[in-house]
C-alpha cells in the first residue's frame, strides 16, 4: 500500500491535510447560529458609569474665569445611603449620609479646581453644581430640617437648605477673629444664593474626622475622659469672648430659645431678652400642670453675654485625625448668657451621654437657678413642656448636691 502523498487531499496529517483544504476550497461557510470563532476569548464590555462626565459653559459675559468650561468628571456608582439612628434629644430622630462621601478617592465635581477658582465660578453655575447630589454625595442630611451638607472637593463641603441662614455665616466669620477659637471652628469661604430654590449656600472646609455621635460607644473610658475635658476647656475658651449685647451678630432675629408664634425682636438689649424670656416661660407655665410650672423670672442682663453656639449637642463635635475637637452647626450661634449654652446642651444631649453633661454642668460657672428655667422654655420651644423625656433635671437634681459637698 503506498503512503499518501504529502499535500495531496489523501493527507491524513491534521494540520497540513487542513491547510491544503482551506488553500484550495477556502474557508468553510459557518451557520448563522453559530457564534463567532473568537466569542469566547472576547473580553467583556466595560460597565457603563453611572453618570457620564460633563462640561458646563459659563456665560459669555463671564471674563474673570478662564477657561470658560468647567468639567465634571464621570461618577461610576449610584448613591449609597446609610441611615445614622439615635439622633437628637429623645434619641428618635436619625439622619442620612451618602457614604460615597466618606471615599477620599471618590471623583468629586470640583476635585481638580483650587479655591480661588471655585471662589471664582458664577454662583449660578456653582449652585447648580452644588445641588446635584447625584454628582455631589451628601455627608449628612437631615429629615427633620431639611439641610444637606455635600463635599464637592476632598478639601471643601457645602452646606445648603431651607434652615441655613446668614447668621451662621456671620457668626463664623467673627469666630476667625478670634485667635484662640478659630483652630476650633471651620473656615468660609463663600456664600451664594441658589436662584432656583432660594436656598443659601455656605462654602467651608472639611474637617477629616468622625462625629463624637458615632464613635462615643466605641473608644475607650480614658478616651471619653480626655475628649470631655477638651470639650468642657474649649467651652470655657469659648465664654472666654464678651459682646455688649445679646443673639446673633448682624441684622439677623434670634433662632435659639425662640418660639415660631412669638417671633423675637430685633437688635435686642439685655432687658429686651430678659422680657422675651420671661413672656416664653409664661406661655411654658401655660402648657403645664400646676404642680410642674416654674416659680421665677429670668433676669440675665446683669450679667455677661458670651460666644455660644447654642445647640451643643453630641452631633455638634467632631473629631479629627490628630484627636482635636471641632465644633459645627453654628445656625443658633451668637452672644448669650451663659446659662443659655448649658440650658440647651442639658435639653439635648441624650441619656447616655450624662457623663459628658454633667463634667459641662460642673465645671462650668453659672447661675443655677437660671439655667433651670431656660432649661424648661428649651423643652417647651422643642415641642415637649412638660418634659417627658425624663432625662434631664429631675435626674441631675440627685446627682449635683453631692457632688457639690464633695
Known amino acids: 500500500m503506498e503512503s499518501p502523498r504529502v499535500g495531496s487531499i489523501l493527507n491524513l496529517h491534521p494540520i497540513s491535510g487542513r491547510r491544503h483544504r482551506v488553500h484550495r476550497y477556502g474557508r468553510p461557510r459557518r451557520a448563522r447560529s453559530l457564534p463567532p470563532p473568537n466569542r469566547m476569548f472576547r473580553r467583556p464590555p466595560r460597565p457603563m458609569p453611572f453618570l457620564l462626565p460633563i462640561q458646563l459653559q459659563l456665560p459669555d459675559t463671564w471674563r474673570l474665569w478662564k477657561p470658560a468650561v468647567v468639567h465634571c468628571p464621570a461618577v461610576k456608582s449610584p448613591p449609597r445611603w446609610r441611615p445614622c439612628p439615635n439622633y437628637g434629644p429623645g434619641e428618635n430622630k436619625f439622619r442620612l449620609c451618602d457614604t460615597r462621601s466618606l471615599d477620599d478617592k471618590f471623583p468629586f465635581p470640583l476635585k481638580g479646581y483650587c479655591r480661588w477658582e471655585i471662589e471664582s465660578m458664577p454662583d449660578q453655575l456653582l449652585a447648580q453644581i452644588i445641588t446635584d447630589w447625584r454628582r455631589t454625595p451628601a455627608l449628612s442630611f437631615r429629615p427633620d430640617t431639611r439641610n444637606v451638607i455635600s463635599r464637592i472637593t476632598p478639601n471643601l463641603v457645602a452646606k445648603w437648605g431651607p434652615n441655613v441662614c446668614q447668621a451662621e455665616a456671620d457668626i463664623m466669620w467673627i469666630i476667625e477673629s478670634k485667635w484662640r477659637v478659630k483652630t476650633h471652628v471651620p473656615i468660609v469661604h463663600k456664600i451664594l444664593r441658589d436662584e432656583v430654590?432660594?436656598?443659601?449656600?455656605?462654602?467651608?472646609?472639611?474637617?477629616?474626622?468622625?462625629?463624637?455621635?458615632?464613635?462615643?460607644?466605641?473608644?475607650?473610658?480614658?478616651?471619653?475622659?480626655?475628649?470631655?475635658?477638651?470639650?468642657?476647656?474649649?467651652?470655657?475658651?469659648?465664654?472666654?469672648?464678651?459682646?455688649?449685647?445679646?443673639?446673633?451678630?448682624?441684622?439677623?432675629?434670634?433662632?435659639?430659645?425662640?418660639?415660631?408664634?412669638?417671633?423675637?425682636?430685633?437688635?435686642?438689649?439685655?432687658?429686651?431678652?430678659d422680657g422675651y424670656m420671661n413672656t416664653m416661660l409664661n406661655i411654658t407655665n401655660c402648657?403645664?400642670?400646676?404642680?410642674?410650672?416654674?416659680?421665677?423670672?429670668?433676669?440675665?442682663?446683669?450679667?455677661?453675654?458670651?460666644?455660644?453656639?447654642?445647640?451643643?449637642?453630641?452631633?455638634?463635635?467632631?473629631?479629627?485625625?490628630?484627636?482635636?475637637?471641632?465644633?459645627?452647626?453654628?445656625?443658633?450661634?451668637?452672644?448669650?448668657?451663659?446659662?443659655?449654652?448649658?440650658?440647651?446642651?442639658?435639653?439635648?444631649?441624650?441619656?447616655?451621654?450624662?457623663?459628658?453633661?454633667?463634667?459641662?454642668?460642673?465645671?462650668?460657672?453659672?447661675?443655677?437657678?437660671?439655667?433651670?428655667?431656660?432649661?424648661?422654655?428649651?423643652?417647651?420651644?422643642?415641642?415637649?413642656?412638660?418634659?417627658?423625656?425624663?432625662?434631664?433635671?429631675?435626674?441631675?437634681?440627685?446627682?449635683?448636691?453631692?457632688?457639690?459637698?464633695?
Open 197 to 273: 430654590t432660594g436656598y443659601l449656600i455656605i462654602i467651608m472646609d472639611y474637617i477629616h474626622g468622625s462625629n463624637l455621635i458615632d464613635i462615643w460607644h466605641h473608644i475607650s473610658p480614658a478616651r471619653q475622659h480626655k475628649l470631655t475635658t477638651d470639650i468642657v476647656e474649649l467651652i470655657r475658651t469659648m465664654q472666654t469672648n464678651t459682646a455688649r449685647y445679646p443673639g446673633p451678630v448682624g441684622m439677623n432675629r434670634m433662632r435659639a430659645l425662640a418660639h415660631e408664634s412669638h417671633v423675637a425682636p430685633v437688635c435686642m438689649s439685655g432687658k429686651d431678652y
Open 287 to 406: 402648657r403645664r400642670p400646676h404642680s410642674l410650672r416654674v416659680q421665677g423670672f429670668v433676669r440675665t442682663h446683669l450679667g455677661k453675654f458670651v460666644l455660644a453656639n447654642m445647640k451643643l449637642d453630641p452631633s455638634s463635635f467632631i473629631v479629627d485625625n490628630k484627636g482635636n475637637i471641632w465644633i459645627v452647626g453654628w445656625g443658633n450661634g451668637g452672644f448669650y448668657p451663659p446659662e443659655s449654652e448649658l440650658a440647651v446642651a442639658e435639653h439635648l444631649m441624650p441619656s447616655r451621654f450624662n457623663p459628658l453633661k454633667w463634667e459641662i454642668l460642673l465645671k462650668i460657672p453659672h447661675n443655677w437657678p437660671q439655667r433651670q428655667y431656660l432649661r424648661a422654655i428649651a423643652a417647651m420651644v422643642d415641642g415637649d413642656p412638660q418634659e417627658k423625656r425624663g432625662s434631664g433635671f429631675s435626674r441631675l437634681a440627685n446627682y449635683l448636691p453631692e457632688k457639690k459637698k464633695m
